[in-house]
């Protein structure tokens, strides 16, 4: 039987890398939807940021009178989402040894009303449910993709492929699953607004921290599906998400800028813990002449170049194709 949100206890997780403001105007807007849970605290990991975020944003929380439900922690070097993640997952375990759920937020973003409590409900209501995470949009309400499926070879050719068509036939096969209205099951869930049940901590672990940046909540996701729970998008609950603010690597505005090592890192990772070197490989392969053949079309129809500079090659450095697996840290994601 579902518990009222009032007799549950959560713990929220905000990593931040230099990103003072928006850190301090997510915790304004959390301030309302605390109050709704028997037990609430709010983590702020500062992944070593080294220009006084952490002192800037333990000012605020002072100054505010939020320091009865949130505080900052230091970490000792910058290891990374899924590292601070687990920094702060750790200290609300220790604070709190019986929580029942972990919020996973985007110091990018900004909470509209209700929108935390209405994914602890869905979980209640839905005990084989471990996962779930909301819609993000822009400041206007206009709903952003949050939703996938998880990462597969057609996948990786169908992305790089770009060709309408070819899309529409095998749309089952996209990564992207569009902008659903209807609470629905799906593969992953965005980390920048995941709640995560406790018992599926308990039952795989916490984020791998072999990943710096991209692909670990992909990774944590598909770890709890083969360990029995469902992951599910639930629209009802939205947050304001600033793309790109806190990492500075997917921003909207302006030319786009050159993907940076470790995304492609944790894309190999990804593929190769979870799938093997051999299917690594071949999505590698198939994402590589997909993308020429991209380029190429592109040329000729004397499209607008868009793309990351010098992706192609960063992808072909970055691939399955010229690393070992052996390369490849061992997963970190004890308790």
């Not at 439900?69 to 040894?97: C, H, T, Y």
Request: glycine share 8%; net charge neutral.
């Amino acid at each position: 039987m579902s518990l009222p949100v009032t007799e549950l206890s959560l713990g929220i997780c905000i990593v931040n890398w230099r990103a003072a403001g928006l850190t301090i105007d997510c915790l304004r807007s959390l301030e309302a939807e605390v109050t709704a849970f028997r037990w609430c605290r709010v983590v702020v990991v500062d992944n070593a940021s080294g220009d006084g975020s952490a002192e800037a944003i333990a000012a605020a929380i002072d100054e505010f009178g939020w320091s009865r439900w949130a505080m900052v922690i230091q970490a000792d070097s910058n290891g990374g989402f899924a590292s601070g993640n687990n920094l702060g997952i750790r200290r609300l375990l220790s604070d709190r040894p019986d929580l029942d759920y972990v919020h996973l937020l985007n110091p990018d973003t900004v909470v509209r009303r209700g929108a935390v409590g209405i994914l602890v409900e869905f979980l209640e209501q839905h005990p084989d449910v471990g996962i779930a995470g909301g819609r993000s949009e822009d400041m206007d309400a206009t709903p952003q993709l949050c939703c996938f499926r998880f990462p597969s070879r057609l996948g990786e050719l169908l992305t790089y492929l770009r060709i309408g068509a070819v899309d529409r036939l095998l749309s089952r096969k996209l990564g992207r699953i569009g902008i659903p209205d209807q609470a629905i099951p799906i593969d992953w869930v965005s980390g920048a607004h995941m709640l995560i049940r406790r018992q599926v901590i308990d039952t795989i672990g916490l984020l791998d921290e072999g990943y710096f940046l991209y692909y670990e909540e992909t990774d944590f996701t598909l770890r709890a599906r083969r360990a029995g729970w469902s992951c599910w998008h639930v629209p009802a609950s939205r947050v304001v998400h600033f793309v790109g603010q806190s990492s500075g690597v997917t921003l909207r505005d302006g030319p786009p800028r050159r993907v940076p090592a470790y995304w492609f890192d944790s894309r190999r990772r990804y593929f190769v813990l979870n799938h093997g070197q051999g299917y690594a490989m071949a999505a590698d392969m198939l994402a590589i002449g997909a993308y020429a053949i991209w380029r190429l079309r592109r040329w000729l129809q004397g499209k607008p170049d868009q793309d990351p500079p010098n992706f192609l090659r960063d992808f072909v450095r970055g691939s399955a194709l010229r690393n070992r697996p052996d390369t490849l840290a061992p997963r970190q994601s004890t308790l």
